[in-house]
């Protein structure tokens, strides 16, 4: 990879990296100075409070204790504090863990997780409301690093306070209103304000990215991007397991070379190295203790055998999704790389290993600090921007009517659905017209466009129109009907301008509107708008919110 440039810009710059893990979490940043080239560096665990005497070089638990009120009292390392348990037990606190999980897209295949296998929420209090307490801790932690680690730590915060940039990362299968969602948490959280200008300094980026850009940083992945063969990014955490592929084009720039997955079979339960080894679960205090159970110091001893049918699910979902990658990919798959905090699994490792090595794959983790590659690739991506085509997980168009065609078997079906409209032409509801079809690679300028218009009666409709944006999840490679194949709501846009009567049906006066859904999904999170002409000139629509009104495919 070509060395990183020195920055550009006329005045000093923060980049905050948080990675919000389901069991762990951390936070990396970067100072941009004019003239200099940047230095990403990490939080050390350290200098969180409670934090040092917990294993792992970068990150703190995610955990968090709330008493009655509602009030944060405990984060991090501090919740796993002895006294903590005293006070749940005594004062009512609620202790929460895995709480990342209720922010999952309902939509993921986790027939295996339910909310019932998730500590329940506190009362009064959202996922989102956690999120937003928990990067207020890191945030916190982060800026008081930077004041005892630095010389005039507190003079360069102060110099940055509106210019600091959050990059904030999540699963691949994280969606728009969990993206939406994360947004709104770091306004809750204070991390900017709820502004135009306070929003575009937050930053989003998918684990598998993030993840990818830490490889080419580590400078070991590099070798894996020869003659033109793709490599698979393996993000195994605690609560998902992130696998993205890509491929180099021109150095430096990659582009996805398949549909990102995300799994639910992370490594939430337990920490386990090696069949043949003893495995340890801590559940009490050292002076717990039953030999008839195998029980000392407060911890329960199990057999290494009996531990490791537990996490076979795990490596079978890992390895299901490398081979569907490797399946669809555009490009032959030649190395895949292993990071996140399962990684360090010396199990996971091996039983891994044991599937791909016979199928002439190179395999291997970047070096010894898997668990910080999502904090620390979350920065590259902000710096580097190595990506410059994604690949559309999901189909993604419009609910319209269609024009009726009685030779087409399927209008005839639903022949007693016509509508007849002011024009005189006789159209069926509940269509799908896509607008970005699955498996399309989308570079980061690239736009996608349908035309569609609407015909009404009373002019006084003609003054907002609006259409969802529907996201299609099934099989068929061409979905053609929304009342009997799966979606959902994505997006809205609307739009409002003169139109000249014009006349239809027996004379019938009538206004149609013409306009075109733009979809853009270039970067990690869709964009909508409508676009029309307005004397001659384009205008264009953010996405809003949803209005039931037909429209038609052209």
């Given amino acids: 990879m070509p060395p990183r440039q020195a920055f550009t810009g006329s005045c000093r710059k923060l980049v905050f990296a948080f990675d919000v893990g389901t069991t762990f979490s951390g936070v990396s940043y970067c100072f941009l100075d004019p003239g200099q080239v940047p230095v990403i560096q990490g939080v050390n665990r350290h200098r969180f409070p409670a934090q040092e005497h917990v294993g792992g070089d970068c990150k703190i638990p995610s955990i968090i204790c ?25 004062n009512g606190w609620v202790k929460m863990e895995w709480w990342k999980l209720h922010l999952r897209p309902k939509t993921m295949v986790s027939s295996h997780i339910t909310d019932q296998d998730i500590p329940p929420l506190p009362p009064n209090k959202t996922a989102v409301q956690i999120l937003a307490d928990f990067m207020r801790y890191l945030h916190e932690c982060a800026e008081k690093y930077i004041e005892e680690s630095q010389a005039n730590g507190a003079d360069m915060l102060r110099s940055v306070e509106h210019t600091t940039e959050f990059v904030l990362s999540h699963p691949n299968g994280w969606e728009g209103p969990q993206q939406a969602q994360i947004r709104n948490a770091a306004v809750m959280a204070g991390l900017v304000p709820d502004t135009p200008d306070g929003r575009s300094r937050i930053h989003l980026v998918t684990e598998g990215e993030a993840s990818l850009h830490y490889c080419l940083g580590s400078g070991l992945a590099v070798d894996g991007f020869q003659d033109d063969q793709g490599v698979i990014i393996v993000d195994a955490g605690g609560g998902t397991i992130d696998v993205s592929a890509y491929h180099m084009t021109t150095a430096p720039s990659f582009e996805e070379i398949a549909p990102a997955e995300c799994r639910l079979q992370g490594s939430i339960f337990l920490r386990f190295g090696n069949e043949n080894d003893p495995a340890y679960i801590k559940f009490g205090t050292i002076k717990d203790k039953d030999i008839n159970f195998n029980i000392r110091s407060g911890q329960l001893k199990l057999m290494g055998s009996d531990v490791a049918p537990l996490f076979e699910p795990s490596a079978e979902a890992v390895i299901e999704a490398i081979e569907e990658q490797r399946h669809v990919a555009t490009k032959t798959i030649s190395t895949v790389f292993l990071v996140g905090g399962f990684a360090a699994s010396e199990w996971l490792f091996t039983r891994l290993q044991s599937h791909l090595r016979p199928l002439d794959l190179n395999f291997c983790r970047p070096d010894s600090h898997t668990a910080k590659a999502v904090a620390e690739g979350a920065v590259a991506f902000f710096l580097d921007h190595r990506v410059s085509a994604r690949v559309a997980k999901f189909t993604y168009g419009t609910r319209c009517a269609t024009q009726f065609d009685r030779n087409d078997p399927q209008h005839k079906l639903r022949a007693s659905m016509a509508i007849p409209r002011p024009s005189g032409r006789t159209v069926l509801p509940n269509a799908f017209s896509a607008v970005l079809t699955k498996g399309t690679a989308v570079s980061e300028t690239k736009e996608f466009r349908k035309d569609f218009i609407t015909e009404v009666v009373d002019r006084s409709s003609c003054d907002m129109i609006a259409t969802e944006i529907v996201c299609y999840r099934g099989d068929s490679p061409n979905p053609r009907w929304t ?28 206004y149609r509107q013409e306009f075109s859904i733009v979809l853009m999904f270039g970067l990690t999170e869709l964009e909508a708008q409508l676009s029309w002409k307005e004397d001659g000139i384009e205008r264009r629509s953010s996405a809003t919110v949803v209005f039931d009104q037909v429209v038609e495919a052209v």
């Fill in 66 to 90: 709330y008493d009655p009120d509602g009030a944060v009292r405990a984060v991090g390392a501090e919740a796993m504090q002895e006294y903590i348990e005293e006070e749940i037990e005594e």
């Fill in 483 to 510: 009342d009997t194949e799966p979606a959902c709501t994505q997006d809205t846009s609307k739009v409002a301008h003169t139109i000249s009567p014009r006349r239809g049906y027996a004379g019938l006066q009538f």
